[in-house]
Nanobody, 124 residues
Framework: QGHLAESGGGLVQAGGSLRLACAAS????????MGWFRQAPGKEREFVAR????????TYADAVKDRFTISRDNAKDTAYLQMNTLKPEDTAVYYCAADSGPLRTTILADYEYWGQGTQVTVSS
């Protein structure tokens, strides 16, 4: 049974940076595309970024493009989300997810495995 565990969340001032990590276990990590999603209080969970099975084919939501960078290290079974120039509106619980399908999807339902989430709070 696959398992994902996020880490790296916390409290940061606007303009600051955080790096989230997602450690995978119990699944063939290099066979899965990895995604990051977030859910703010009172809002639906939304797509943030996705990376294919290799380091290429990264996709970003417009709200984070040019500020966030998704990456992965298949040797460590870990995906990352580098978040720079953070804004208060980036405050949310951030989740990583794994998708073994063939499509370059940003749809929540297409992802098979989910982590428990890590809180990111950006103060103004």
């Amino acid at each position: 049974q696959g398992h994902l565990a996020e880490s790296g969340g916390g409290l940061v001032q606007a303009g600051g940076s955080l790096r989230l990590a997602c450690a995978a276990s119990g699944l063939p990590f290099s066979s899965y595309a990895m995604g990051w999603f977030r859910q703010a209080p009172g809002k639906e969970r939304e797509f943030v970024a996705r990376i294919g099975r290799t380091q290429d084919l990264a996709t970003y939501a417009d709200a984070v493009k040019d500020r966030f960078t998704i990456s992965r290290d298949n040797a460590k079974d870990t995906a990352y989300l580098q978040m720079n120039t953070l804004k208060p509106e980036d405050t949310a619980v951030y989740y990583c997810a794994a998708d073994s399908g063939p499509l370059r999807t940003t749809i929540l339902a297409d992802y098979e495995y989910w982590g428990q989430g890590t809180q990111v709070t950006v103060s103004s």
